[in-house]
T-cell receptor, first 113, second 115 residues
């Protein structure tokens, strides 16, 4: 069965430090992969997505993610975190056909000064 | 208004009440979705509409009743809810239903509390 796992429920980083959020997926075919961010009281905003091609994907707000097929992972990274990055981050897998997206349970990011 | 809007943003209702959630998308999209977001659980897809026709109903209890009068508006009618239905209800839209290729754009959600 398809699934998405975000192993870290909560992460705390200092402002200016680097960040990596983990995402592992289970999917029968080549997946379409997404990272979303949700600020308090807001809906989900797309950060980046991977469909095919270059396995390193650039997104908005200075985020990037790398698709590693051998590890079934799609980790999100940012070289220098800003206080405004504090939010909930969701990894998602999209289907080749149909419309059943699978989301992880999210990672809550706290940024300390 | 731009993007996807949802009203109300907060709703408190009793178990015997009837209420409706409204979603409107200003993106010219043809597909709309309802999701349920509960704490520490993955988003649950509830309903999908494409060109005003329901194409997905993920075993959602009948106390939730969707309505899509046109491609810009989506409603979720609620009646006889249970406390466990308390959650954030998110609406999303996409250009079409094209599998995972189609990016979904989300509204801010309605925070529902059932007493």
């Amino acid at each position: 069965a398809q699934s998405v796992t975000q192993p870290d429920i909560h992460i705390t980083v200092s402002e200016g430090a680097s960040l990596e959020l983990r995402c592992n997926y289970s999917y029968g075919a080549t997946p379409y992969l997404f990272w979303y961010v949700q600020s308090p009281g807001q809906g989900l905003q797309l950060l980046l997505k991977y469909f095919s091609g270059d396995t390193l994907v650039q997104g908005i707000k200075g985020f990037e993610a790398e698709f590693k097929r051998s590890q079934s992972s799609f980790n999100l990274r940012k070289p220098s975190v800003h206080w405004s990055d504090a939010a909930e981050y969701f990894c998602a897998v999209g289907p080749n056909t149909g419309n059943q997206f699978y989301f992880g349970t999210g990672t809550s990011l706290t940024v300390i000064p | 208004e731009t993007g996807v809007t949802q009203t109300p943003r907060h709703l408190v209702m009793g178990m015997t009440n009837k209420k409706s959630l409204k979603c409107e998308q200003h993106l010219g999209h043809n597909a709309m979705y309802w999701y349920k977001q509960s704490a520490k659980k993955p988003l649950e897809l509830m309903f999908v509409y494409s060109l005003e026709e329901r194409v997905e109903n993920n075993s959602v209890p009948s106390r939730f009743s969707p309505e899509c009068p046109n491609s810009s508006h989506l409603f979720l009618h609620l009646h006889t809810l249970q406390p466990e239905d308390s959650a954030l209800y998110l609406c999303a839209s996409s250009q079409a239903i094209a599998g995972g290729r189609d990016t979904q754009y989300f509204g801010p959600g309605t925070r529902l509390t059932v007493l």
